[in-house]
């Protein structure tokens, strides 16, 4: 089970087949693949074919089933293989096939969330925290749809209850007077809300969300981020390293 995100680069095969289409033709190829490729280690040498699988979709409002071949699987993503070609002039230089669409697997482990907590600002006075603190008053990011998952059970988080990060807002002349002096808190059902929940992730809504977390250092000037060459060279030069942690690394991958 997973979230599936994709890069929306507006190239040939995103042309071609739609975003979406594209997303769940790829999905079920890595589906097969992964099926066929365990079994395999297992010793199970029987063609494709031969081989049925149970394929349960499960979104929020409900799961699907249905039982295919593995071979069915491979027919069902042959419209990929069309397009593929196109990907070697990726407009974003990714590095193979359809590297566009990747996957966030859930439940989402609770070491994830306190990872993801931690690259906030440990200040609100810097840009981040500045930025951070008028997002949450103006757009109303209360966590509610993600708070909303995490009580229906484990599913999607290996945590009952969300991480929080709660900071003094001393009296800071980038903020708001109505902000200074008072306690701030988030909750990583805000944060997971900002990524996953706002429907398409706007580039403006991207960059926030790159500096909220750290991948644009957090005291970066506020000129430097609005100007268009110097905000160029931030991204430019924002890199986060890969991390062993293969749990942690889906999550850093997207950001």
């Not at 230089?93 to 590297?99: C, G, S, T, Y």
């Not at 909303?148 to 929080?164: D, I, N, Q, V, W």
């Amino acid at each position: 089970m997973a979230i599936d995100y994709v890069l929306a680069m507006g190239c040939e095969p995103h042309r071609q087949l739609g975003v979406e289409r594209l997303v769940a033709l790829h999905r079920t190829r890595i589906i097969a693949r992964s099926a066929l490729a365990s079994m395999r280690e297992d010793g199970d040498m029987r063609a494709p074919e031969a081989i049925e699988v149970q394929l349960t979709t499960r979104k929020p409002g409900g799961d699907s089933a249905r039982g295919v071949t593995l071979k069915d699987l491979v027919d069902e993503a042959a419209p990929l293989d069309a397009v593929a070609g196109h990907c070697a002039t990726c407009p974003a230089d990714l590095p193979r096939e359809f590297a566009c669409h990747r996957r966030i697997r859930y439940p989402i482990p609770e070491h994830v969330e306190q990872w993801l907590m931690a690259r906030l600002p440990t200040s609100l006075a810097c840009t981040a925290g500045a930025l951070l603190v008028r997002g949450l008053g103006e757009f109303g990011w209360d966590g509610a749809p993600t708070a909303k998952l995490r009580a229906a059970g484990t599913t999607y988080f290996e945590s009952r209850a969300p991480y929080g990060v709660r900071w003094e807002a001393e009296d800071q002349s980038n903020m708001h007077q109505a902000e200074r002096g008072s306690v701030i808190e988030i909750s990583s059902d805000q944060l997971f809300q900002m990524m996953f929940m706002v429907g398409s992730v706007a580039p403006t809504h991207a960059l926030m969300i790159a500096l909220f977390c750290g991948v644009i250092p957090h005291d970066i000037s506020l000129h430097d981020l609005t100007d268009k060459e110097q905000r160029a060279r931030a991204l430019a030069s924002s890199h986060l390293p890969t991390e062993p942690d293969p749990d942690i690394e889906q999550l850093a991958a997207f950001l």
